[in-house]
């Protein structure tokens, strides 16, 4: 959307509150400026200009979307171009294709790639590493693990922008972004480091812009 003559209105950036994340999400973007507001219901769905996914248990934000009502409203505006950015459980949410999910589970879907649940281990296997993330200067992110998934593969449309450096994990592909979506293996949320936040609302801006 093209805004004539003058700036572009304050952007409204809403956090799937179902279950996960959500204020610290919240108190992220509000950090970066912009309104940060939680979405539960089917109208607040449609109020919003860009969603956060946050990190929590997947195939329970997989059937509390559909107990709120909201998955199919959040599915119909990604598929428009909404743009999103989902950490951890959020990652799982927007992928196409999830290995070791429930055979129910569902996902909103939007970036071509196939990942897999609880890759790096258990809650006791959770870990801290940093990671270089492609469009975020300086050094590299702090990045928190926590059942986090990995990407294990990803198709010609989506540009990977950090893998996991050290470690038996080595190379493995933990943020990516196909167009306005935006995803991470970790929780930048946790850390205080606004920066992958600032990514995604200036990949907002440049859409609404």
């Known amino acids: 959307m093209i805004f004539l003559g003058g700036p572009v209105p304050d952007l409204v950036i809403g956090v799937?509150?179902?279950q996960g994340d959500v204020r610290e999400h919240l108190a992220a973007l509000a950090e970066c400026d912009v309104i940060g507001r939680p979405v539960r219901r089917p109208e607040e769905?449609?109020?919003i200009d860009a969603l956060v996914i946050p990190g929590g248990e997947s195939t329970t934000m997989s059937k509390l979307a559909l107990a709120f009502e909201v998955y199919e409203p959040v599915r119909k505006r990604l598929a428009e171009g909404m743009p999103a950015y989902g950490s951890c459980a959020g990652m799982i949410m927007l992928?196409?294709?999830v290995l070791d999910g429930r055979p129910?589970?569902?996902t909103f879907g939007g970036i071509g790639m196939t990942v897999r649940r609880n890759a790096f281990?258990?809650?006791v296997d959770s870990f801290e590493a940093p990671v270089d993330i492609a469009g975020v200067e300086g050094e590299p992110?702090?990045?928190?693990?926590?059942r986090a998934p990995?990407?294990?593969?990803?198709?010609a449309d989506v540009e990977v922008l950090g893998r996991v450096t050290a470690g038996p994990a080595t190379g493995r592909m933990v943020a990516v972004r196909q167009g306005n979506l935006l995803a991470t293996s970790f929780h930048p949320e946790l850390t205080g480091d606004l920066r992958v936040h600032q990514l995604f609302v200036d990949m907002?801006?440049?859409q609404a812009s």
Do not use: P, Y
């Open 104 to 106: 129910d589970q569902k």
């Open 16 to 18: 799937l509150a179902l």
């Open 150 to 155: 990995w990407v294990e593969s990803v198709t």
């Open 141 to 146: 992110v702090h990045a928190i693990f926590i």
């Open 204 to 206: 907002v801006r440049d």
């Open 45 to 47: 769905v449609a109020e």
């Open 121 to 123: 281990g258990r809650q």
């Open 95 to 97: 992928a196409d294709e």
